[in-house]
């Protein structure tokens, strides 16, 4: 759910060197994952009370209990496709954890749009993300790699992602330090629009089906107002938010669709195994390009 990272790394092929390509690309998927899986930012384990509105009682009681069961799992995987207009799709997989600092692995393969199709022709299909505390690392192809005298990941610290123009990189950032899977429920809690429509069965799960719509502009309550900064910084103007809670309080499926400032998106993630174990190593310094350093190649 974001659009001016992305936005700016469309058109920058013959402008930037190649190998900075690679890196506006790695930030490009990873903020997409980011924006439409991860936490609202902050602190995850803090609840957002519904504004007076048109929230229904008991199901806003629900969701408040999705919080806390959310942060007592402390990890889960998850798989998802993102896909936001002409400009990109991807699908991902691979598990987070969030019980202390964020950590993570993931697979994101490029499916379809412009920047996908820039990729191609740099001969890249997907890549391997890690989520440590410092930093997301992003694992390139061999011919990325030989581009980047060798090295085979580059780090984005999460204090260079922050510095990125338009307020973007923060906001990135701040995804990226908070992994729980809390964001739909945030919104759905701050727009005092949450409703229980139904109860399904989704991949073998019983489950209850919540849904509600979410404006920017009109975001209250207690938290939003540091949710209503960050989707104004990624372009979010409105979207739709339905979530399907299992019998333990722990979300099973979210699907997100709405517009931003650049076009229509939607994001459909799927969540499995709480509690999983979690690790992601840190890759060997020789064999890592920095983000920073890659973008000081565009002499400017």
Known sequence: MRGRIVGRGIGIRGILPAAAVAAVAGVAALSTVAACGFSGGGDSH??????GGRADARSAAALRAVQKATARAGSARVESTTAMGGMLSLRTDGALGWSRQPVGTLRITYTGGRLADTMRTLNSTSLEARVLPDAYYAKVGATFARRLDGRHWIKYAYDDLASLPGGSGAYLTDQLRSTAPLQPVRLLLASGDVRKVGEETVRGRHTRH??????????TGEG?????????QAGVTTETVDIWVDGRDLLVKKVERGELSSGRMSSTSYYRDYGTRVSATKPPEADTADFKELMSRRGS
């Open 46 to 51: 803090k609840g957002v009370e519904p504004s």
């Open 210 to 219: 919540y849904s509600g719509t979410v404006t920017t502009a009109d975001l």
């Open 224 to 232: 939003a107002a540091g949710l209503k900064k960050q989707l104004e």
